[in-house]
RNA sequence: CGGGGUGUGGCGCAGUUGAUAGCGCGCUCGGUUUGGGACCGAGAGGUCGAAGGUUUGAGUCCUUUCACCCCGACCA
């Protein structure tokens, strides 16, 4: 991607109505559009980072099985009322809105209801599970107040998966691949060691705890207690004696922190499938609840909890999984160095590594700026003064660190 | 939803006791520059969030309303 066709441009102002470091810092380097309160749109650098971040999320859920779909947005009343959950006073940030003709939908805020029902037709015998389903999708949720910028929006996009199994012990080990397959993402993302899993309130339908995944962060809206030397934290909602013991934790253990939630994991019993009249046959031809689990990873917050935590003073540090380019090519100078730096360009982008090339008319200050801002993992600078030296500047974002390397180095940093 | 704050060119801001809007960045053109956000010159761009009112006259005063931010409450 060459800088001079992209059409967005960083900015050396943040804007005035976000206080939220991320919001700021996204929306300075061009990669997300503030709509209204909670509400952005992805402009290419960004849409690269969510995309990299499905990617990997995609990957993940694959790996034990997952099968992706994509459920609706627009809900219908009835499946929702059949579990108690359209009534404005059992869920109050639903988004409603109307056919034509009168008819009331809900626009899709969670998708327990509409998963049961469109797997209920294939659901029959005990050898049809256990099995994953999951999608990446727009969530819609009428928040009282958004703030933080993508960290509590009102459109955001999650991966939200549900397990089906046959009996208590089949959930509990598909539950526990979720939870292994959610630490691998967040490793991958480069938040491992900063996120938790975390005993939380597993909600009104169910007596056990479910678990979040808690990023540790200062911006973070949980309080969670943490410890450390078992990598595991207790809600704040939660903590009282009786808890403490039940999950073997130790008081003295724990310290206090401040965490963004960037999953979680419910066990859901049978109140869905129960209630939508959906059951298999087992082995002895008997009738049978089915065990659900439900899944979810705030995909948008991730990369605003990344963009967040990955920063300094001269802009956003994408780590390399997710980043919207690897390299940022700066060039400096005239018609030879612009050879090179095509040259450069082109070979790289022909071996499969993303490039971002500064190949606008600005001084090398600009340049630099906007490399640092926009986050790339690696700049590589091409000018007269290098050429000459048969060398190219490599610059590690994280770091600072710079060396002058000769091509067949660079190439070889590069892979 | 309670409390507090803010709305003025694309972005960030100033605008005094009311007199029909200004600065920086960015943008356009010309020139000089080219290794850390260049400089000089010339330009373009705003019904001051919206509606109503007071007044000879409103960005400024009054009323209503919308939007955004922060704190709190809320967050299947």
Known sequence: MR???????????????????????????????????????????????????????????????????????????DIWEKTDRWDDKKVDNWFKTRLANGTELGVGLTHEEPIVDAVSGYLNSYKDMPFYVYQIQNKFRNELRAKSGLLRGREFLMKDMYSFSPNQEVHEAAYEKVVEAYHRVYARLGLGEITYRTYADGGIFTPRFSDEFQTLSEVGEDTIYVDESRKIAINEEILTDENLAKLGLNKDDLVQKKG???????????????????????????????????????????????????????GLVWPESIAPAKVYLVRIGSEDATRHADELYEELT??????????????????????????????????????????????????????????????????
């Open 3 to 77: 800088v001079s066709q992209l059409f967005t441009k960083t900015s050396k102002t943040a804007p005035a109505d976000e206080v939220a470091k991320n919001a700021q810092l996204l929306i300075r380097a061009g990669f997300i559009h503030k709509e209204m309160a909670g509400v952005y749109a992805y402009l290419p650098l960004g849409l690269r980072v969510l995309e990299n971040i499905k990617k990997i999320v995609r990957e993940e859920m694959n790996a034990i099985g997952g099968q992706e779909v994509a459920m609706t947005t627009l809900q219908p009343r």
């Open 260 to 314: 963004v939630e960037v999953g979680n994991t419910f066990h859901l019993e049978s109140k869905y499938t129960d209630a939508l009249d959906v059951y298999y046959t087992d082995e002895n031809g008997q009738q049978q609840s089915i065990i659900m689990g439900c899944y979810g990873i705030g995909v948008s917050r991730l990369m605003g909890v990344v963009a967040e935590h990955f920063s300094d003073e001269n």
């Open 350 to 415: 022909a071996k499969g590594i993303e490039v971002i090339y500064d190949d606008r008319n600005e001084r090398p200050g600009a340049k630099f700026a906007d490399a640092e801002l926009m986050g790339i993992p690696y700049r590589v600078t091409v000018s007269d003064r290098l050429i000459e030296a048969g060398e190219y500047e490599y610059t590690v974002r994280t770091t600072g660190e710079t060396q002058n390397l000769t091509r067949d180095d660079l190439l070889a940093k590069l892979n």
